[in-house]
């Protein structure tokens, strides 16, 4: 029953994206994309009653069944802010229609090689997943054909190029590690088998795995300091790209490395992944603290805010146990609602003003106030302010670090203020003051409803989760360990 | 004496001592050959492993090596450059002999890191572990010191070889197969799909100092 569901979440995208291919023009391909998406988001729902289960290729458990449907869900509302915004930008002859020719092919394969990343079982078909994903953003990141366009999926290529030859490095290191105990065969590649014959294989030849996978897949979480494509790429594609690389992709990555820390701590004599996960996320935490004071770009603002927020994530499942794990997963799904919330945002915005320099956007309140709002609402739920739910589980993961590392909870804790003082100065200066000039463009307002629903879910589960919510999380986070 | 081992050894060297002459050619179709060379190597070195191994998949891996790396991606190349009238001479940022420095001490930071912590792996498989990190590093290092985008393609593509030479000699790794041709595809996406002809197109260049210089902060 399970594996049905995921051969179906599977297909549904791969055989879009194949069809897509087939269609010209832009309209019908976009309508295309979000009836697909919305048929991949319907299927991954059945899998919450679906018991755990695993083949020799597919796992599912609470862990991944919960991020699977957060892919679909972000996928779907991205689709139709793609839909609009595409739209605009053929209106006002920013992209031609034959540019777009595999735009939405490549959306949906885009989405499927997540969805296939995030059910395998076998680690090497998990780490072809992760490299297809890269390789599906790489040329829409340059699809505007600018200067700075191709620069940023240069960059972005050979980072996370290099990043994913690391990565595979650490695979075979992993496999030759289960190798002489398990045997020849793909045995020793899947993860649900190594979970069981783990504690017998040789945690030397773990350790140099895991250093190798933790910087490869670090680099495509975008960890310092392999950071350096994130900004670039956030900033120089559509919008809409930025919105699933943001809150999709990074997820995907953290996925990956914590199936492998999952794997180290079966074994037991290996070095603790904690720490090193933990040093690598304050630095990001602080780096991109730091970093987001010098921005005067808005979409390169928010991928900082992004690097931030992977910082205090890896941070969080470095530190372990079951209330910072529970912190780690409630912030994963909030961050990834919240900030593409925020890019559909900024998408509209920077379509409104015709540029993505903050100074130059400025008023939006009063000038567009379905619009302003919801910015403001996103980065005042981003910044962590009650009653948004970032409130919930960043209150959670420094509270429960003060009661078990204190030294470690005042950096964490400074690193979240400074990205706080950030972000509170950069949005009164674009959501107040008088509005800059006049402008025609008003978003339709149809293309405002993903911004709202995902605001509206990020302020529900401020307020209240649903107990079952809290026992699902509850559960992973035990597998987490 | 065994030959096997031997053999394989050989073959492993080859690979090793063309990634430390990638290093030093000062003009790209050396870069290339060089490169050839180091392909053919691996292509032999994947053929014997399938015969030693008694493992048919690895004649694959061996035969896309052959047909991809050491025949498909050089002319491709070969090609581009000529068509589009590339510089024929390599910018480095790191003299020859500094460079070579850093080489060797790259592949004495593998064999220290590897060789100690596999001690219960077979001989064979320990040694080509080290010798393909060593390659690995060395890819890494040519992708650092080199600032033209052929190079740094080249400097990605050996890193793959030294990956691939990994896979091999582990026994019995699945999806080895798979795992290049996912490669492939995103080098050949890289190379041809857009790089060479759209940074040719904007920049007219293909030197990558004068790429970075555009920055999304500066508009």
Known sequence: ?481 | MDIGYDAAHMLGAVVLLMSFALLYQRRIFSVITVFTFQALALATAAAWQGYAQGEPHLYVTALLTLVLKAIAIPLALHRIILRLNIQRTVDAALSVGLTMVAGVSLVTLSILLVLPVTTDAATLTREGLALSLSVVLLGLLMMITRRNAVSQVVGFMSIENGLIFAAIGVAGMPLIVEMMVAFSVMVAFIIFGIFLFQIRERFDTLDLQKIDSYRGESR
């Open chain 1, 1 to 481: 029953m399970g594996m049905a569901v995921v051969t179906l979440v599977l297909a549904i995208p791969l055989l879009a994206a194949l069809g897509l291919v087939l269609v010209p023009g832009y309209r019908t391909p976009a309508r295309l994309n979000i009836a697909a998406s919305a048929a991949t988001f319907l299927a991954s729902l059945t899998l919450f009653v679906v018991e755990p289960a695993a083949t020799k290729w597919f796992v599912l458990d609470a862990f991944n069944i919960y991020l699977i449907a957060l892919t679909a869900f972000v996928g779907l509302t991205t689709s139709l802010f793609s839909a609009g915004y595409i739209a605009h930008e053929i209106r006002i002859g920013k992209l031609k229609p034959l540019q777009l020719r595999f735009y939405h092919a490549m959306y949906q394969a885009f989405l499927f090689t997540m969805l296939l990343a995030l059910s395998a079982n076998n680690l090497g078909v998990m780490w072809v997943a992760v490299e297809g994903a890269t390789l599906t953003t790489v040329l829409m990141v340059s699809l505007y054909r600018t200067a700075a366009g191709i620069e940023a999926a240069w960059k972005y290529f050979i980072l996370c190029g290099v990043g994913i030859a690391l990565a595979l490095f650490g695979t075979i290191l992993m496999y030759m590690a289960a190798q002489p105990v398990m045997g020849p065969g793909m045995a020793a590649m899947t993860w649900t088998e190594l979970m069981v014959r783990m504690p017998e294989v040789n945690p030397k030849v773990l350790n140099l795995a895991f250093v190798f996978l933790l910087i490869g897949y670090g680099t495509k979480v975008g960890l310092a300091p392999l950071h350096a494509w994130l900004p670039d790429a956030h900033a120089e594609g559509p919008t809409p790209i930025s919105a699933v690389l943001s809150g999709l992709l990074l997820n995907v990555a953290i996925y990956a490395v914590l199936r492998f820390k999952m794997l180290l701590a079966a074994n037991g004599a290996a070095i603790a992944p904690g720490p090193l996960m933990v040093a690598m996320g304050l630095g990001s935490l602080l780096l991109a603290g730091f970093m987001l004071y010098r921005r005067r770009d808005i979409k390169r603002f928010f991928a900082y805010s992004s690097i931030e927020h992977m910082g205090i994530i890896t941070f969080a499942f470095g530190m372990g146990g079951p209330l910072a794990n529970f912190a780690g997963l409630l912030h994963m799904a909030m961050h990834s609602l919240t900030k593409s919330a925020i890019f559909y945002a900024v998408g509209h915005a920077t379509q409104i003003k015709g540029t993505q320099r903050m100074d130059a956007i400025r008023g939006l309140t009063v000038s567009h106030p379905a619009l302003g709002w919801g910015l403001l609402a996103g980065v005042v739920a981003i910044a962590g302010l009650p009653p948004f739910g970032i409130f919930m589980s960043e209150f959670l993961l420094v509270t429960s670090t003060f009661a078990r590392q204190p030294l470690l909870a005042l950096p964490l804790a400074a690193g979240i203020l400074i990205a706080f003082g950030a972000l509170v100065l950069r949005v009164q200066q674009i959501c107040f003051g008088a509005p800059d000039g006049v402008s025609k463009a008003v978003p339709v307002a149809w293309s405002l409803l993903p911004l709202y629903a995902h605001l509206g879910l990020v302020l529900v589960a401020g307020v209240w989760i649903p107990g079952p919510l809290v026992a699902w999380f509850q559960t992973v986070a035990a597998l987490l360990g």
